[in-house]
């Protein structure tokens, strides 16, 4: 109570904007995410590694928008591209040498990935792959995890699916649980023709996937004529060629989105050949799939110029050791303390958890302690971390050592004031 009393006399322009906000969207919102009561805090500009409220202060910025701004803000290469595109104008309803430009390097990068397709967003690249695979495996139903997520429409928290989940034939199955999922596919064979699954699951806690799971999947989906996905929306990150290339494993179609269009609006899916030639308008019975922004110059020009000059295949492994390494300093800090925290995730992703012990799904942190986890997110604010209220944390390039220090601070301090309350 203290720390939302403090909270709320800190941010009054943001409490104002909020409250105008409220009478024209829903709550205020149009992200379910960013909520957070009482009220969300209102950006106004960013810069570098650094983002500054409505009311004036400045947070260094460690969510990384939810890993889509891993270039950081305002990024000279990219700004240059996009200046670039502005001057050819936009919205031009035709070709633009930039889409192949993009799909290049995102097929060079992804062996598993032969063509690919591009959207506007994670979520819309999961709808085309989901409904791709049902159609091509002639299979009704299709396998997601517990803790899975695919979207706002492909949201598969514990407990009964939302009265939005997108109409397909869903079936949870346990994440990371080898036995209970084979068991789960092999009683249902008939009419399961899709997997979906995120090789790390990112909005349920940057849990990671054990290779020996995917694999199962893998194997699992290639004997009985099943489509296996990899939604690696937030994992392509991880390395040049995402998680898959990690674990060695291929799956059939993969999902991308977030950083890999620059910074704008961007999904993308894609996968062998030999199933993506279905989208090919120059076969018979060819798979319908449009979008009046697909190829939109600003995502198609930054994202190509991203990946082309920026995040180079060089870079990808110095820069998720950084995180692994940061992630290592973050839980001796709660380790030395003896403190119920552990940071979990991999490379640059990471998500914090009030929690002790081994986590292999969402079943294991149903004993987390939610209310520090809020206690948390508010110190993170008063001392100027701007991360995810579920405690997402995303590296971007401009983070050095001075602001891991000042992260490693907050978090020995938020430990310290935790212990005190105790
Ligand atoms: N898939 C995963 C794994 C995600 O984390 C997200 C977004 O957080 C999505 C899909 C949806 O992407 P978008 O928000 O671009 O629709």
Not at 351 to 375: C, F, K, T, W, Y
Request: aromatic share 10%; net charge neutral.
């Amino acid at each position: 109570a203290d720390a939302i009393a403090r909270y709320t006399a800190a941010n009054p322009l943001s409490l104002a904007q909020h409250r105008a906000a409220a009478q024209v969207l829903p709550g205020g919102n149009t992200r379910s995410v960013l909520f957070s009561a009482p009220f969300p805090i209102t950006l106004t500009h960013a810069q570098g590694c650094r983002v500054t409220s409505l009311d004036g202060r400045s947070y260094v910025d460690f969510l990384g928008e939810y890993t889509a701004g891993l270039y950081g803000h305002s990024n000279p290469v990219l700004r240059q591209a996009i200046v670039q595109a502005l001057e050819g104008g936009w919205v031009m309803g035709g070709h633009i040498r930039a889409e192949q430009e993009l799909a290049s390097l995102i097929c060079e990068r992804f062996t598993s990935i032969e063509l690919v397709r591009f959207a506007n967003s994670g979520t819309e690249a999961n709808l085309y792959a989901i409904s791709a695979a049902k159609a091509i495996s002639g299979k009704p139903e299709v396998v997601v995890f517990e803790g899975g997520y695919h979207g706002g429409v492909f949201t598969f928290a514990a407990g009964a699916p939302g009265p939005l989940t997108a109409p397909f034939d869903f079936v949870r199955a346990p994440y990371n649980d080898c036995e209970g999922t084979r068991a789960l596919l092999d009683k249902r064979a008939d009419t399961i023709g899709t997997i979906v699954v995120e090789p790390m699951q990112g909005s349920g806690g940057c849990i990671a996937a054990d290779r020996a799971f995917l694999q199962m999947l893998r194997e699992w989906a290639t004997a009985h004529g099943a489509l296996l996905i990899f939604d690696e929306v937030m994992t392509s990150r991880l390395a040049p060629g995402g998680l898959q290339q990690v674990h060695g494993i291929e799956p059939d179609l993969t999902t991308l989105g977030k950083y890999i269009g620059g910074g704008f609006s961007f999904g993308a899916f894609g996968g062998r050949a030999e199933l993506m030639r279905r989208f090919d308008p120059t076969q018979p019975g060819a798979f319908g799939h449009a979008g009046t922004f697909n190829n939109n110059v600003f995502t198609m020009a930054a994202g190509a110029a991203g990946l082309r000059e920026v995040y180079t295949t060089s870079v990808v492994g110095p820069f998720n050791a950084r995180g692994d390494a940061l992630r290592e300093r973050l839980n001796a800090i709660a380790a030395e303390a003896r403190f119920p925290m552990q940071f979990l995730g991999l490379g640059s992703m990471m998500n914090v958890h009030m929690h002790r012990g081994p986590v292999r799904n969402v079943r294991d942190l149903a004993q987390s302690i939610q209310a520090l986890r809020e206690l948390f997110y508010f110190h993170m604010l008063e001392r100027g971390v701007w991360l995810a209220r579920r405690g997402m944390i995303n590296l971007s390039l401009p983070l050095g050592e001075p602001e891991f220090e000042e992260l490693e601070a907050a978090v020995a301090s938020f430990v310290s004031h935790a212990n005190a309350l105790a």
